[in-house]
C-alpha cells in the first residue's frame, strides 16, 4: 500500500486482511494481522470468519480467545461458527474447553 501511496491505517489494513482472507489468501491475511501494532474488534472478527471458512478451526478458536482476553467484543456468530466447526470436526472436548475459557475470561474482565 504504502508503494502505491496510499496510508496504512485501521481502516485500510482490516480491509485488506478481509479481501485476502476472502480471495483464499489466510496464510497473507494472518502475516498482515500478526505485522500490525493496533487492531480492532473487525480485525479480530474477519480473520476469525475467514480462518472458519479456512477450515482453519483451532487457529481460529485462539485467535478468539485472545481477542476475547483482550476485552474486544465479538458477534456471537462468530464464537458459534467456530465452536461449531470444532464440534463438527468431533473436537466436543476443544469446544468445551474454549466455551470455558471464553466464559472464564468474560468474568476476569
Same mark, same amino acid.
Not at 500490525?36 to 483451532?58: G, H, I, P, Q
Not at 462468530?78 to 465452536?83: F, I, M
Given at each position: 500500500?504504502? $508503494?502505491?501511496?496510499? /496510508?496504512?491505517?485501521?481502516?485500510?489494513?482490516?480491509?485488506?486482511? /478481509?479481501? *485476502?482472507?476472502? #480471495?483464499?489468501?489466510?496464510? =497473507?491475511?494472518?502475516?498482515?494481522?500478526?505485522?500490525?501494532? $493496533?487492531?480492532? #474488534?473487525?480485525?479480530?472478527? +474477519?480473520?476469525?470468519?475467514? *480462518?472458519?471458512?479456512?477450515? =482453519?478451526? %483451532?487457529?481460529? #478458536?485462539?485467535?478468539?480467545? +485472545?481477542?476475547?482476553?483482550?476485552?474486544?467484543?465479538?458477534?456471537? +456468530?462468530? %464464537? =458459534?461458527?467456530?465452536?461449531?466447526?470444532?464440534?463438527?470436526?468431533? *473436537?466436543?472436548?476443544?469446544? %468445551?474447553?474454549?466455551?470455558?475459557?471464553?466464559?472464564?475470561?468474560?468474568?476476569? =474482565?
Amino acid at each position: 500500500m504504502n $508503494v502505491m501511496g496510499f /496510508d496504512s491505517n485501521l481502516v485500510a489494513l482490516n480491509c485488506l486482511i /478481509d479481501g *485476502l482472507g476472502k #480471495s483464499g489468501q489466510i496464510d =497473507r491475511a494472518i502475516r498482515l494481522f500478526d505485522s500490525m501494532e $493496533v487492531r480492532d #474488534s473487525f480485525t479480530y472478527t +474477519s480473520l476469525v470468519y475467514n *480462518l472458519f471458512k479456512a477450515r =482453519r478451526y %483451532k487457529f481460529a #478458536s485462539e485467535l478468539l480467545l +485472545s481477542c476475547v482476553r483482550d476485552g474486544m467484543e465479538i458477534p456471537k +456468530s462468530a %464464537k =458459534r461458527a467456530v465452536l461449531n466447526g470444532l464440534r463438527g470436526l468431533g *473436537l466436543i472436548h476443544e469446544a %468445551k474447553n474454549l466455551q470455558s475459557k471464553i466464559r472464564m475470561a468474560w468474568i476476569l =474482565r
